[in-house]
C-alpha cells in the first residue's frame, strides 16, 4: 500500500505565498507523473499541475506563472510553490501520484490540505 500526505496548507491574504509538499510512502518502487489538483466549494475538482517522473512540468492557465512544481525523487515528495496568491485559488488541494509498487501500477490521492486566500 501507498500513502500520500500533504501538508503546508493554511490560510494567507491575497498577494502571498504557500509552499506545499506531498510525501509518498509505503511500498514504492517507482514513482512517475505526480500531480496537483484543487477543488473549491459548489465546484468540480480541477488540475492544477503535473511533473513527470524525468521533471517535465505542465500547468493549468489559472496558475501559469504563479505557481511552480517541483520533485524530490529521494524523499518521494512533490511540492507545490504558489505565489501571488488570489482569493479564487481558495481550495482543498490534492496530490495524486502514480506509482509503481508491489501492487503494479495504481494511482494514488492524498487527503487534501486546505489554502484560503483572503482579500
Known amino acids: 500500500q501507498v500513502q500520500l500526505v500533504e501538508s503546508g496548507g493554511g490560510l494567507v491574504q491575497a498577494g502571498g505565498s504557500l509552499r506545499l509538499a506531498c510525501a509518498a510512502s509505503?511500498?514504492?518502487?517507482?514513482?512517475?507523473?505526480m500531480h496537483w489538483y484543487r477543488q473549491a466549494p459548489g465546484k468540480q475538482r480541477e488540475l492544477v499541475a503535473t511533473?513527470?517522473?524525468?521533471?517535465?512540468?505542465d500547468y493549468s492557465d489559472s496558475v501559469k506563472g504563479r505557481f511552480t512544481i517541483s520533485r524530490d525523487n529521494a524523499k518521494n515528495t512533490v511540492y507545490l510553490q504558489m505565489n501571488s496568491l488570489r482569493p479564487e485559488d481558495t481550495a482543498v488541494y490534492y496530490c495524486?501520484?502514480?506509482?509503481?509498487?508491489?501492487?503494479?501500477?495504481?494511482?494514488?490521492w492524498g487527503q487534501g490540505t486546505q489554502v484560503t486566500v483572503s482579500s
Open positions: 511533473i513527470t517522473n524525468g521533471g517535465s512540468t
Open positions: 495524486n501520484a502514480d506509482v509503481t509498487g508491489l501492487l503494479g501500477q495504481k494511482n494514488y
Open positions: 509505503g511500498s514504492i518502487f517507482v514513482i512517475n507523473t
